[in-house]
């Protein structure tokens, strides 16, 4: 056993953030597993990147984990079937992030019978091990959807020497990943030493939230496993303060390296990945299961029944809200993921994707903005140090060299310079128009 | 719930429950002690000068907004802030009209005229101040002695020897809401605990007046306590659309103000500067906060 000063203080703090209230009250709640519903609508673009090509075809018999969709293209991710049953056509869905795209509809037989093909994986090498994260559909599942086995592959000079573990789970009412740290301690565990021992990592920093101690009890048991002889798995008490789990944001408390602008975390030597990305990954390598299932935080004021509930991929959001009591009358807003950074669905019967973590379904309206005051709290608030409110002021041009000055491509979009606005300014939306602003002008 | 109809926003979907108005209201409170000081003090010829200066201060927002057919923004208390800031920068013994007249050019010229709230480069009430000054210069500089009807036409200012007690309580002649040290002190302190300001800005101006006087061979306790020094840095400096935003601008302009101030208050041929000072270091803001913003996280120089 390690001596208890294995816990790691951060050892930066970016500036700006806010506080936000946690509403986190379905931590408590073991996952409820939701039954397969009549349909399923897998949509082919569930990841950064190419979409899938669909490998079936009507009238085809699927089963749980049976490969449906694919792609030739690098940085994609295949899709696999989440119910038994008959593919029963194609159609066109529209993604929460505007776009629209393919999906295969799958009627269920209500059997939820495996793929008789699948088997547990064993991984010996890092290219196996990168394979293997390919095969399993893995995508970042903290929200982004970047495949995870582009993040995992590296060009033969990159030297890798730390994997940042992200439980940080700072967005209110989410709470999917602290029940993924309850629920299946083992996996974590096991990820964490095999990619550790494959990868060459020369430590290991599992990070979490000091609002979640039995999620962080977990994740010191692992810090403290006998495997880690050398003391290399360190667990570190992140302070509960939004954006706390955005990569950039949790890379810098964990390292102090600064990841400069269109850079990814293996230019400056890290992994970072998201814990039930880990976890399901080695539970894909335990059973053979590819990623066709999600953990779903259904909360917020507006549902009937605020649960975790396991859910199959291509659920439709109807169909989740109905097996967690309903929306209550009252609700005007529902959304996929958090309150801070969450996408708004128009349409109920859009289907689960697998970086959906949430359904937030909330009473409130929306707020008049009046005008600026210039009081600099968005400046403060942005863990960027950009400026919105000078962002907003260029926009109404639109000056795209003013534009650029401010560095607007820099933003995140964590939603914290809207959040503290007391003028209720919409300035994360205005911010985003400005990197698309800047995106065209760069272009044309 | 076919066919329901939701509210379809960009995120985020949560707002902090912090308004333009909540935080108006607590400059008003954080206003107040001084006001009930300056009443006291002054009498009720000081609440009557306060009462018009708000009054028509509000109504002069209320109709700039009309004929410039916008939404009423009386409702964000801004104006009543800029009245009664206003009011506490006058003598008790000023005419009434003047003092409407100040609201009015506050209100009128420095603020709608440059597109209303959050747009004026300027500091409402002290630009009216200062146009009252040099409009009425003896009307203004007409003053109470404290609890009579006696006029000075001395402050601490102009010399003397007052106690600490005597800055602390504001008992000596001078504007309505600028004698009481103690009272402004403590609503400064209020402001800076909402986080409604920072202390960055009275700090560095307080602290560079006081410095600086004493490198002069003035009394830095005398430099800090009196005139409007204390109302002038916490209330005055620490406008938002007026002094910077980032960090290092609020040091350069809380420093920069300090300095005016002390050097019209030792080389001028006026003795107060706080009001000049700060109406200076207005103009400035734009460039301080273009030389001040800061490199975003994880910027590179650009490699050529």
Redesign the interface.
């Known amino acids: 056993m390690k001596p208890m000063e294995a816990i790691l203080s951060p050892v930066a703090r970016?500036?700006g953030g806010?506080q936000?209230p946690h509403f986190k009250q379905t931590a408590e709640l073991e996952t409820a597993v939701m039954p397969p519903p009549e349909k399923v609508t897998l949509a082919m673009l569930q990841h950064i990147g190419a979409p899938c090509e669909p490998l079936v075809k009507v009238g085809d018999v699927v089963f749980v984990g049976t490969k449906i969709a694919d792609s030739p293209q690098r940085v994609c991710a295949p899709i696999h079937s989440s119910v038994s049953g008959t593919v029963t056509g194609f159609r066109e869905v529209l993604l929460p992030s505007g776009q629209t795209t393919n999906a295969i509809e799958i009627a269920s037989d209500g059997l939820m019978t495996p793929d008789p093909d699948l088997h547990p994986i064993q991984v010996e090498t890092e290219d196996e091990l990168v394979a293997a994260a390919r095969e399993c559909g893995l995508v970042g599942l903290g929200g982004a959807g970047f495949p995870t086995h582009i993040k995992l592959s590296r060009a033969p000079d990159v030297k890798l020497d730390t994997l940042i573990i992200n439980a940080a789970e700072c967005e209110?009412y989410i709470t999917a990943d602290y029940r993924e740290c309850l629920e299946h301690p083992d996996d974590i565990r096991e990820g964490v030493y095999l990619l550790k021992q494959l990868m060459g990592f020369e430590r290991v920093i599992l990070g979490i939230e000091d609002n979640k101690p039995k999620a962080f009890d977990v994740l010191k048991s692992i810090a403290t496993d006998e495997r880690d002889r050398k003391n290399e798995v360190h667990l570190m008490r992140l302070p509960s303060h939004y954006p706390q789990g955005a990569e950039?944001v949790i890379l810098?408390a964990a390292t102090g390296r600064?990841?400069?602008?269109g850079r990814l975390p293996a230019d400056v030597g890290c992994i970072v990945m998201n814990v039930t990305t880990l976890s399901v990954f080695a539970r894909y390598l335990r059973t053979g299961m590819p990623l066709v299932s999600k953990r779903l935080t259904v909360a917020g004021p507006g549902v009937g029944v605020a649960r975790n509930c396991m859910v199959p991929l291509g659920a439709s959001a109807?169909d989740v809200l109905a097996f967690c009591g309903?929306?209550r009358s009252k609700?005007?807003?529902?959304?996929w993921g958090g309150?801070?950074?969450?996408?708004?669905?128009?349409d109920?019967s859009a289907p689960v994707l697998k970086q959906n973590n949430a359904i937030?379904a909330?009473t409130g309206?929306?707020?008049e903005p009046?005008?600026?005051?210039?009081?600099?709290r968005c400046?403060?608030a942005c863990?960027?140090?950009?400026?919105p409110?000078a962002i907003e002021t260029a926009m109404k041009r639109p000056d795209a060299e003013k534009l650029r000055q401010?560095?607007a491509d820099?933003c995140i979009?964590c939603?914290c310079c809207?959040?503290?606005?007391?003028?209720?300014r919409?300035l994360?939306?205005t911010v985003?128009l400005a990197k698309s602003h800047l995106r065209r002008s760069q272009n044309a | 719930m076919p066919d329901r109809q939701f509210l379809v926003t960009s995120s985020p979907h949560l707002r902090h429950t912090d308004t333009t108005r909540g935080i108006m209201l607590d400059v008003i409170l954080a206003l107040c002690p001084a006001l009930v000081s300056g009443i006291f003090l002054f009498g009720w010829r000081a609440a009557l000068v306060v009462a018009v200066c708000i009054v028509s201060a509000v109504l002069a927002e209320w109709i700039c907004c009309k004929l410039r057919h916008r939404p009423s923004t009386i409702s964000d208390l801004s104006a009543v802030v800029t009245g009664l800031l206003l009011g506490l920068n006058l003598t008790s013994r000023l005419p009434l009209w003047m003092a409407a007249l100040g609201s009015v050019i506050a209100i009128v010229v420095v603020k709608q005229m440059f597109g209303g709230i959050g747009h004026n480069f300027a500091n409402p009430a002290i630009t009216a101040r200062i146009v009252l000054l040099v409009s009425f210069p003896t009307a203004m500089t007409t003053w109470a002695e404290p609890f009579s009807d006696a006029i000075s036409s001395a402050t601490p200012l102009a010399g003397g020897t007052y106690t600490l007690q005597q800055f602390l309580l504001g008992t000596h002649a001078g504007c309505i809401g600028e004698t009481s040290s103690l009272m402004l002190l403590i609503g400064g302190l209020y402001l800076c605990l909402r986080r409604v300001i920072s202390p960055i800005i009275p700090v560095c101006f307080i602290g560079s007046a006081a410095l600086l006087s004493w490198a002069f061979g003035m009394d830095p306790l005398t430099t800090v306590l009196s005139g409007g020094l204390l109302l002038g840095a916490i209330f005055m400096a620490t406008d938002y659309v007026t002094s910077p935003p980032t960090k290092w601008g609020k040091v350069i302009f809380g420093i920069g103000c300090g300095l005016i101030t002390i050097l019209i208050r030792r080389f001028g041929a006026s003795p107060e500067g706080v009001s000049y000072a700060i109406l200076l270091m207005n103009i400035l803001v734009p460039h301080i906060t273009r030389l001040t913003t800061p490199k975003p996280f994880g910027w590179e120089a650009p490699t050529a």
């Open positions: 970016t500036v806010v936000l209110p950039k810098y600064k990841l400069p602008l109807q309903g929306l609700a005007t807003e529902v959304f309150p801070m950074m969450g996408l708004d669905i128009a109920l937030v909330l309206g929306w707020p009046s005008p600026c005051i210039r009081c600099g400046s403060a863990p960027m140090k950009l400026m409110a401010l560095h820099y979009e939603g809207s959040y503290i606005c007391p003028a209720k919409p994360t939306q985003r």
